[in-house]
């Protein structure tokens, strides 16, 4: 017999129709039974398998994200809800033109309740404006007050109007002592009151780009 590697065609031939079919019959039987092998067991365990397991872990970890998520959602929606308060809050103590109109006479009142008199008082003729973007939600409108009373008075005073229920900022304050009444100083406040923007006209805004 002839070494393998000096086999031709012919010979591979020759030797393929000399197997009888009891031979072929199993020769099939063991193909037929390594691809079953290969399908069920080989395959599943090398390929299907470990897909399988990546395929779960990664279903643990988005099961273990979500669980997480869901237990600071709790915390998002109660930091929410205290945000939103805080802001309706700040949102009820701006200034309507409305309620500016009666600035003066609030102001007045607080200085009246600290024993201050007011001299004077005229509005600003400084622009101020926020930066962006505050400065579409908001708007300020300032005044200027000459009052006369004690230090103490004056620090009442400045006080409440700082505390009070609308948003009310104290720019600056100069003192200037009072030869002729010694517990009685001229005092003159600068303050701003914050108000909702007013939207601007597609004019205005127009104008504004020429």
Do not use: C
Not at 22 to 37: H, M
Not at 76 to 83: I, N, S
């Amino acid at each position: 017999m002839k070494p393998l590697n000096q086999w031709n065609f012919a010979d591979v031939l020759a030797l393929v129709k000399g197997i009888d079919k009891r031979t072929w019959i199993v020769i099939g039987a063991s193909v037929a039974g390594a691809l079953l092998l290969l399908v069920f067991f080989v395959i599943p365990a090398w390929i299907e398998r470990p897909l399988l397991r990546r395929d779960i872990q990664s279903m643990e970890s988005q099961i273990r994200q979500v669980n997480a998520l869901n237990q600071k959602r709790l915390v998002w929606e109660e930091d929410q809800k205290v945000f939103e308060a805080l802001i309706q809050k700040t949102q009820d103590r701006l200034f309507t033109p409305e309620s500016l109109a009666l600035l003066l006479g609030q102001v007045s009142k607080k200085a009246g309740d600290s024993r201050v008199d007011v001299l004077a008082s005229k509005p600003m003729t400084e622009a101020l404006v926020f930066p962006a973007p505050y400065h579409l939600k908001y708007q300020p409108s300032g005044y200027e007050f000459t009052v006369q009373g004690g230090y103490h008075e004056l620090a009442r005073m400045v006080s409440r109007i700082e505390g009070h229920e609308k948003l009310m900022r104290i720019q600056s304050i100069q003192i200037v002592p009072s030869g002729k009444s010694p517990d009685r100083h001229i005092s003159q406040l600068r303050l701003w009151a914050i108000l909702n923007a007013t939207p601007a006209s597609p004019g205005g805004a127009k104008d504004a780009k020429k």
